[in-house]
């Protein structure tokens, strides 16, 4: 199993940075996207409220996969009016379209974790705060924020692994990350030891980040 | 205890449900079903296209009962190894890389394939030097790969699972061609939005005696009796019948090899 | 319009196909369900048990099934599983042998891979209900299984709904993946039909949509579940 690591080396190399830097770019991206969701989802009434609502339950409700298929193919049959509106440099990437349909799955999940963070702070430290009469903008940037971004780091953290595992899906769209690396050496050598070292992979990485989430987790925990 | 019983009981009746059915008189055929005209699902859920006539002609003439059933083309050759069937009538290639996993029954017919490419680059022939640089699309797991390997390493090559998605990227403009057998671009050009065209000759893998009727490599006994009624087939005309529903050419003469074409 | 003859019922229509797809979608996750479950206590009462191997057992379990995606297990599943079953059946009974179809395959890797989040389920939930209901039965002399069945496993389901509500919401989702392994689920039909129609978009937009509506109206289902369940427990609105 060992060879059939070293024969496709840069392969296997190629697959595994695809996979570290898909993930992370499209985790990072997603959060910036969710912040303002997730404050509204939080805080806001109305039709602002309801947008909010219906992108988080309709991205969280579909399948990736499905959206993947959506993003690249279903547009895909628009490209005649995409190239009107001068859009069509993006969803003609394969690249692109893949980061589109990450980030709109993890942007809808992590709009809902902000929100849980930003609604399950105690009423206690609100009530600190007009005791001690800080007005609403330092209360929140000072005290509330901070807070918020330590109750949320955990299942921020979780949402980073399963975009790792999400990533394993862009395959299907030409966009050769560790599992499309695998899929293609397994055409080729029809070895199932093939996935076991795509295995290996995942584990190593995931278990990488794992470690690394929880020593930085726990530098937070007291605030949250 | 009572519930977990039942449990029990439901999870082994769903296992049995996936016992392959094996008796003499009924034989399972497998096929991908995304590559018409050979094989593909039409819109009332069958299975059809050259492939599947051919492979009912056959049992027909060995005088069996044949089921058929779809696979996807990355893991066809292990589901055939798997038992999941018991033979594949699907346009495989028969290549030598193939034959360490799989033994293959004379060739039924030469799928050439062929570039087709996006009209408005008027390339004129396909050459690996006009290719250089440009969007070439084919099936992962498909004889092109390597010929696109080996003769055009200039140009950036996508894999696709299935040729259908390739030849959608190909009309949208995300590929600037697409390597695919000649008969099934052929009907695909067809009813396409005449987008494309074909360029260039059409040749086969270095290697490939055409395309053949897969199966696993310890049954002997069941290819000779499947050569034996293709051989019946392609005699008594029952072949020519089934061709000329689908193309108006002849199938069985062999195109170049690629390395007759091009240099590496 | 062009669009609903497409997805008409009948001969040309992709309609009952879809329907057709829906059903084993559902079907899929519906006989999964109660697999993932069973497995999510077992996995469970592995990692606290009294003996290390079972207790390394667990842990290696659950790391394993929530770092790999699940694409990848349902593969391995799938063409190991075969083969090792090919080779049991050879040994046992030669010239027999047994498929594993697609549905038992994903049914299988979908139930490893939701009792791994599972188990933390079951281990917050019974943390829930506390070790004093446990203690309390046995000094009534109820023997361990059936101060599970009669005493815990009531109290618990309350408490574990949340979370196994949420695992069926992925498992439903989940199911697509075994489109991969040629499946004939909602998406695997929705991209043969794709294959001769080449309309993408209307076929995927409207998986889309109807995979949404399932996932809605379970998480509907959910909440009025958890609202009855709670009632007279805890109070549901502040």
Redesign the interface.
């Known amino acids: 199993m060992f060879d059939l690591y070293l024969d496709y080396i840069d392969r296997w190399s190629h697959g595994l940075w695809l996979t570290a830097s898909m993930s992370t770019l499209s985790v990072l991206i997603g959060f910036l996207v969710a912040l303002p969701i997730g404050f509204v989802r939080s805080r806001a009434k109305g039709p602002l409220a309801w947008l909010a609502i219906a992108y988080v339950n309709l991205f969280r409700g579909m399948p990736l996969l499905v959206l993947m298929f959506l993003v690249y193919y279903g547009f895909g049959q628009f490209n005649s009016e995409l190239r009107a509106m001068g859009l069509w440099w993006f969803f003609r990437d394969a690249y692109f379209c893949g980061m589109l349909a990450l980030v709109l799955n993890t942007s809808a999940y992590q709009a809902e974790i902000i929100r849980g963070s930003l609604d399950t702070i105690s009423t206690s430290v609100i009530e600190t705060n007009a005791a001690l009469n800080l007005t609403r903008w330092t209360a929140f940037r000072r005290v509330l924020l901070p807070i918020a971004f330590a109750k949320a780091l955990p299942p921020l953290g979780n949402e980073y692994i399963l975009m790792v595992k999400a990533t394993s899906l862009l395959a299907i769209i030409t966009v050769f990350d560790l599992m499309g690396e695998a899929r293609t050496i397994f055409s080729e050598t029809l070895d199932l030891g093939v996935y076991y070292v795509a295995a290996i992979h995942y584990l190593v990485l995931v278990l990488a980040i794992e470690w690394t989430l929880r020593r930085v987790e726990a530098r937070f925990k007291w605030m949250a | 205890m009572k519930t977990?019983f039942k449990?029990a009981a439901?999870?082994t009746g769903?296992?049995v449900?996936?016992?392959?059915s094996?008796s003499a008189e009924t034989l399972q055929i497998g096929t991908e079903?995304?590559y018409?005209p050979f094989n593909?699902?039409?819109?009332?859920?069958e299975i059809k296209g050259f492939d599947i006539d051919m492979g009912n002609a056959i049992c027909a003439e060995m005088k069996v009962e044949c089921e058929w059933s779809?696979?996807?083309w990355?893991?066809i050759?292990?589901a055939l190894n798997?038992?999941?069937f018991d033979f594949m009538v699907a346009s495989m290639a028969i290549t030598e890389a193939r034959m360490e996993?799989v033994s293959f029954s004379d060739p039924y017919y030469y799928n050439a394939m062929r570039f087709l490419a996006v009209k408005e680059l008027a390339l004129e022939e396909a050459t690996p030097e006009r290719l250089k640089g440009l969007v070439v699309g084919t099936q992962?797991?498909a004889v092109s790969v390597p010929v696109l390997d080996a003769y055009f390493p200039d140009s950036e090559h996508?894999?696709?699972?299935?040729m259908?998605?390739a030849l959608?990227?190909l009309?949208?403009?995300?590929l600037d061609l697409a390597l695919f057998s000649q008969f099934t671009a052929g009907e695909w050009l067809a009813g396409s939005s005449g987008c494309c065209e074909f360029v260039g000759e059409s040749f086969l893998m270095d290697g490939t005696i055409g395309a053949g009727i897969a199966f696993r490599k310890q049954d002997d006994e069941l290819r000779n009796r499947v050569n034996a009624a293709l051989k019946t087939i392609m005699d008594n005309g029952t072949y020519e019948t089934i061709r000329a529903e689908y193309f108006d050419f002849d199938i069985m003469t062999k195109p170049p090899y690629v390395s007759e074409l091009f240099d590496k | 319009m062009d669009h609903f003859r497409l997805l008409s019922f009948g001969d040309h229509g992709w309609g009952d196909e879809l329907l057709i797809g829906l059903g084993v979608t559902l079907a899929l996750a519906i006989c999964t369900l109660p697999f993932a479950i069973i497995l999510s206590f077992l996995v469970h009462w592995a990692k606290v048990s009294r003996y290390r191997m079972l207790r390394s057992f667990g842990m290696l379990y659950t790391t394993v099934f929530k770092s790999l995606p699940e694409i990848l297990t349902l593969l391995i599943l799938y063409y190991q599983a075969q083969a090792i079953i090919g080779w049991l059946i050879q040994s046992v009974i030669p010239g027999a042998h047994f498929s594993i179809s697609p549905f038992v395959a994903g049914m299988i890797s979908l139930s490893l891979v939701i009792s791994a989040y599972g188990s933390e389920v079951v281990r917050a939930a019974l943390g829930a209900v506390g070790n004093g209901q446990f203690e309390a039965a046995q000094s009534l002399g109820l023997s361990p299984r059936i101060a599970f069945i009669k005493v815990i496993l009531p109290q618990l389901w309350r408490h574990a709904l949340p979370g196994f509500g949420n695992l069926w919401i992925i498992l439903l989702k989940d199911t697509s993946l075994v489109s991969v392994i040629a499946l004939s689920e909602l998406t695997h039909v929705a991209g043969l039909a794709i294959t001769t129609t080449r309309q993408p978009f209307v076929f995927y937009g409207l998986i889309a949509v109807i995979y949404v509506l399932l996932v809605t109206l379970s998480a509907t289902a959910q909440k009025r579940l958890e609202r009855r369940v709670n009632l007279g427990f805890t109070r549901t609105e502040t």
């Open positions: 977990l449990m439901a999870a769903l296992v449900a996936g016992l392959a094996a079903g995304a018409a593909y699902v039409s819109e009332n859920g779809v696979h996807d990355g893991g050759i292990p798997a038992h999941k996993n992962q797991g996508k894999l696709y699972p299935k259908t998605e959608m990227d009309e949208s403009g995300r």
